[in-house]
């Protein structure tokens, strides 16, 4: 068991807390706030031990300078001081003298916000590439260190890794309430144990169907995933999306022929053609070359639906078709139909099934939703992630010279 928050002890110290507040914002404004709620237990519970507060996020991709201006996190700042009510100091700069004095200075109760991590990355990749002299300038800010960013747990970044070999550190009540959450998946779910798996690319998924296969009872496939394994059944699949990759496709293959009881694939789908965008509901087996796979038909439903409704434990990650089209959405809809009505049995996996959720009116309904995307999958996949496994049981930490 990793350190946990809930038993340290961290009153009136200085707290570095690594949230994820990676959110989409559109001209300005938060469209989703979901991860910014689910940090508040932790920054709340701090606030009420009478620490001092330093809050560290990524926010986006920073490849320019350029990007800098599309990424500041004064949005979350300003957001964060309505959710808690009170003002909250700002440090565009994550390495300066400024920055420190602020940090040291800073008295119970107070919150400091640094900038988005990843502006590091401009030009040196000071974040994305662990850097320990960075990690240790950062670390010298703060007292203790609470990971509380399960999304970005599977990347050996400098603030994810890197300030934990200095400080003492544990997992705030969101990281922790994710592993044990993913902890039913890996170690005995009640079963039958049915996996859903969509999205579009096989080959990013490939290492967790492999993981997954030989837990689950029942594996859903759905999306451009599907569009794979039925081309490596050898289906024609049209001018849909698919792996090229023939070792994928063999690898396919394999895993079909040694588990060919547990998998279930599309019966029929509502397609478009490369040029037509006219939707079109079709059996599997009549695809032609220029149609394009782009939902589940009803035939594919009620199948997946009989499965779901015999399981007692139902992992989904990804969805059924482009969600985002309506024509194309219905599938998606269904499914998540199906599972609302046995709620407490499912857990959804993060990324863009999470966003598919929130954009089709299901925000609120399920209680297990991972905030984690590609941590949630390689989780389940290795059962530990680079930033899970910085967190130590044992105080092995090198003492720095303040």
């Not at 919150?111 to 960075?134: A, C, G, M, Q």
């Given at each position: 068991m990793k350190k946990l928050l809930k038993n340290m002890y961290i009153n009136n110290l200085r707290v570095i807390l690594r949230c994820d507040f990676n959110v989409p914002i559109t001209n300005g404004n938060i469209t989703d706030e979901t991860k910014i709620i689910k940090s508040l237990e932790t920054i709340n519970y701090l606030l009420n031990k009478n620490c001092k507060i330093i809050i560290l996020s990524h926010l986006g991709r920073i490849k320019s300078i350029e990007d800098t201006k599309k990424y500041s996190l004064l949005p979350i700042k300003n957001l964060l001081e309505k959710y808690l009510n009170k003002p909250i100091k700002f440090a565009d700069n994550i390495l300066s003298e400024e920055t420190k004095n602020i940090a040291l200075n800073l008295q119970s109760?107070?919150?400091?916000?640094?900038?988005?991590?990843?502006?590091?990355?401009?030009?040196?990749?000071?974040?994305?590439?662990?850097?320990?002299?960075?990690?240790?300038?950062?670390?010298?800010?703060?007292?203790?260190?609470?990971?509380?960013?399960?999304?970005v747990a599977h990347r050996n970044h400098t603030t994810v890794t890197g300030i934990s070999k200095y400080l003492p550190s544990c997992l705030g009540f969101l990281a922790e309430k994710e592993l044990n959450m993913l902890d039913k998946l890996i170690t005995n779910p009640p079963r039958p144990f049915t996996v859903i798996m969509g999205g579009a690319k096989v080959d990013d998924k490939l290492k967790i169907i492999k993981s997954l296969i030989t837990k689950c009872d029942h594996l859903l496939v759905c999306g451009g995933i599907a569009n794979s394994f039925l081309a490596a059944l050898r289906l024609n699949v049209g001018a849909s999306l698919k792996t090229q990759d023939a070792n994928i496709i063999a690898e396919l293959q394999k895993i079909m022929l040694a588990n060919k009881e547990k998998f279930a694939f599309p019966l029929d789908a509502i397609t478009t053609t490369t040029y037509s965008n006219n939707p079109s509901i079709k059996n599997i087996n009549e695809i032609e070359k220029d149609d394009v796979i782009k939902d589940i038909g009803a035939k594919t439903i009620n199948k997946y639906r009989q499965i779901i409704n015999e399981s007692a434990t139902i992992f989904m990650n990804g969805t059924m078709g482009i969600y985002e089209e309506k024509a194309f959405a219905n599938g998606t809809i269904e499914i998540l139909n199906i599972l609302k009505n046995c709620k407490e049995k499912v857990i959804i996996g993060g990324g863009d099934t999470t966003s598919a959720i929130n954009k089709l009116g299901f925000k609120d309904v399920f209680n297990s939703v991972s905030s984690g995307g590609g941590a949630t999958l390689e989780y389940i996949a290795n059962q530990s992630l680079p930033g899970i496994e910085a967190i130590s049981e044992e105080d092995e930490i090198e003492i720095l010279d303040l």
């Open positions: 109760g107070e919150i400091l916000l640094l900038e988005n991590t990843r502006f590091l990355d401009i030009p040196n990749k000071l974040e994305s590439v662990y850097n320990d002299e960075i990690a240790k300038k950062i670390a010298s800010l703060g007292e203790v260190f609470v990971f509380d960013s399960f999304a």
